[in-house]
């Protein structure tokens, strides 16, 4: 069996926020059991010059929105504007809602337009998944995953991956 487009948007979308929220959720924890304010931790940054622990969750969710968009053959939605977050909830609530966006999607309807171009681009869905949504949904993963570290939020290697793919990798190191 070939790999569709289908295979390489959808499930790893759900996967992503699956690992995401297993992420955020051992963040609220850590500040939670320490009377760290929640609030400290999402607005913290690798660097002043970087988007905070919240935006990372807002492009997660605003990129998946275009992947689900551009996939089944929808113009680009307007970008998330959210002005502030400032609990955990509203992160659960953006990644719930998007989750439950793609979980919706048909693999027939992805399929079937698989080899539309994209309005306005020079390439095609292939690519843009391949060449843009995948790496910039896990660059967002990655910034939150180092955000929650640099703040010695306990986090390993496993919170990251074991969310990811088959059962049949249960167990692999």
Not at 85 to 91: A, D, H, K, Q, V
Not at 145 to 167: C, H, N, Q
Request: some cysteine; charged content about 25%; glycine content about 4%.
């Amino acid at each position: 069996m070939s790999l569709t487009l289908y295979d390489l948007s959808i499930p790893v979308l759900c996967d992503v926020h699956k690992a995401v929220r297993v992420i955020l959720e051992k963040g609220d924890t850590w500040a939670t059991e320490r009377k760290v304010n929640p609030k400290d931790l999402l607005t913290s940054r690798l660097h002043d010059d970087m988007q905070p622990l919240c935006m990372q969750i807002v492009h997660i969710v605003d990129t998946t929105n275009n992947v689900i968009a551009r996939l089944v053959g929808l113009p680009r939605p307007p970008k998330l504007e959210i002005q502030e977050i400032s609990t955990f909830g509203e992160l659960y609530q953006l990644l719930d809602r998007s989750t439950a966006e793609l979980v919706v999607v048909n693999r027939d309807v992805v399929t079937a337009k698989a080899n539309d171009a994209i309005p306005g681009k020079p390439f095609g869905k292939m690519v843009f998944m391949q060449s843009w949504a995948l790496p910039n949904i896990y660059f967002h993963l990655n910034m939150t995953y180092a955000i929650l570290r640099s703040k010695s939020v306990p986090l390993g290697k496993m919170d990251y991956l074991e969310k990811f793919g088959s059962t049949e990798l249960a167990g692999v190191e």
